[in-house]
């Protein structure tokens, strides 16, 4: 039933995912700690400029990357002059793509944990003699554990789902840029219903599986702030 | 000695903190809500941002038109109003904390901590089962684990219900004895401030408006609490015998001797005793058949009005101030003026040790 190009689909998508997801957070934390931190004026529009591909057409956003990452977009072009490749239709685009398109997913679950925080437990360990990078470490991670769950699922979960964005800059070459979401469309092309099903389903009962671990996370954490009130 | 020449600006509040105080015992900055005294307090920890001055501890500069010492470098103790315990960590991690990132802690220094607050007992425990009492235990061991140069104590009792500030005056009065670092102490209760303070400083709108020893500060009629309906007096004694036939027991002040009934506490120990200016009366002649125990020569320094029907009279005995207040008429009665040697009764006191 399942044929090789699906087996291919799912590493694409699960390594695709992995990857993002882990640059997703390395570059999302400090992006949200500083918006949580930050009292500048401008801060409103890096947000919106962040949360937008919660509201753009993938379509849209996947048309702008593929013209600037393409070998005549700015981009493109500077790494063709330095002897490289375009980086559109591969792996490496399909990663930059997601990641742009999950950023908000990210960003915004551990801007609101790192918010939430507030500034009492970061002072009382400056006066133990904490600097600032060590009191990120020992103060504000281990208390936003749930935050940086919720957002690496959320990441995980939109980058296996995503379609347009994938659709304009991956072209679908199997084993490279051709992901799951794409490989249910061809089989419905293709009339071949029944893979169609074992992958949608599949998808299905995972992201509601992630969802389901996300809620469950976060109520736990939020039963235990309650009691202690 | 401390040294403090602070300006902190906030959104529409302006503190202006120009102070010496001495470099040893408890130093109460006492205010009302909203007049800068917690923001003081940061300040001096470093946890004002928006400030500029001159601040001296000791020997040390953490601050002046050069300088200025981030709060992890300033070795200070603070303890928050709401203890501020990292909830991620119990009890143990808490201290360990301050253990790891301090160099050179003795296990002797930190077992002599544990056992000033009692710690041995809650160092398993979660944070969030501690009452709000053995919170602010441990918030203060924490604190003092750092070493500090200095210790600040900002509302450390007004989460606390009548109960459990009971339960930690004690370790107030142990950290007085036992430490010899200045600490610094935010309230706005009257009732910790006499308790407490061996210094007292009076903030208001931002501004410093008195400092000096807390029996001044209480009987100045320059300085706002002398005219309180609560005003008080402060007089530190020492047990010197008891009356086992009646449960009492006598304390020397100034060649005087209070007599108070009995509170366990043994002989030469030092007792702080509060006298309200109510419960003090004035006499021409020394009364003989009288309930009252307390009586003392004492002259009359100065006499000020107090709202419509009162006085409020500062006497002298000796070496120690007293407040009286009385009634405009009682004064008329005995014509009280400065300098007239009188007789002082002494109703009630309150012993605070």
Known sequence: MINEYDISALIVTIRLAIVSTAILVIIGTPLAWWLSQTKIKFKVIIEALIALPLVLPPTVLGFYLLITLGSNGPIGKFLESLGGNSIAFTFSGLVIGSVIYSLPFVVQPLQNSFSSIGRRPLEAASTLGASKLDRFFTVVVPLSRSGFLTASILGFAHTVGEFGVVLMIGGNIPGETGVLSIAIYDHVEAMEYSQAHILSGGLLLLSFLLLICVYVFNRRFSILRSAEK | ?353
């Open chain 2, 1 to 353: 000695m401390i040294e403090c020449k602070i300006k902190v600006t906030l959104d529409s509040f302006i503190l202006d903190a120009n102070f010496k105080i001495p470099g040893e015992g408890i130093t109460v900055i006492y205010g009302s809500s909203g007049s800068g005294k917690t923001t003081l307090l940061r300040a001096i920890a470093g946890l004002e941002k928006n400030q500029n001055g001159f601040l001296k501890v000791g020997n040390l500069i953490w601050q002046d038109e050069l300088n200025y010492v981030e709060t992890h470098k300033r070795q200070i103790g603070y303890v928050f109003q709401d203890a501020a315990l990292f909830e991620h960590l119990n009890v143990r991690g808490n201290l360990d904390y301050v253990i790891k990132r301090s160099s050179g802690l003795s296990k002797d220094y930190i077992s002599s901590i544990y056992s000033l607050l009692d710690i041995e007992s809650l160092i398993d425990r979660d944070t969030k089962q501690l009452s709000g009492g053995e919170k602010q235990r441990v918030a203060i061991a924490r604190a003092l684990l750092v070493k500090p140069k200095i210790l600040l104590l900002d509302e450390p009792l007004s989460a606390l219900d009548l109960k459990r500030k009971n339960e930690i005056l004690p370790y107030f009065d142990s950290l007085h004895t036992q430490l010899d670092i200045p600490i610094l102490y935010v309230t706005h209760s009257q009732d910790e401030a006499s308790r407490l303070a061996d210094h007292l400083m009076l903030i208001e709108d931002g501004n410093i408006i008195g400092n000096g020893p807390v029996n001044d500060m209480l009987t100045r009629f320059d300085m706002p609490l002398s005219h309180s309906s609560n005003a008080v007096s402060i007089i530190d004694a020492k047990v010197i015998g008891r009356e086992s036939e009646f449960n009492l027991m006598h304390l020397e002040f100034s060649g005087e001797q209070f007599i108070v009934p009995d509170n366990g506490l043994p002989t030469e120990s030092l007792v702080r005793i509060r006298v309200a200016a109510r419960d003090v009366s004035i006499t021409k002649k020394k009364q003989i058949d009288t309930s009252i125990l307390n009586i003392f020569p004492a002259v009359v320094e100065e006499i000020v009005p107090e709202g419509r029907a009162q006085v409020m009279v500062r006497l002298k005995m000796n070496e120690v101030v007293l407040l009286a207040c009385l009634t405009n008429k009682s004064a008329s009665i005995l014509q009280l003026e400065n300098g007239l040697s009188v007789f002082v009764q002494v109703k009630s006191v309150a012993i605070l040790s």
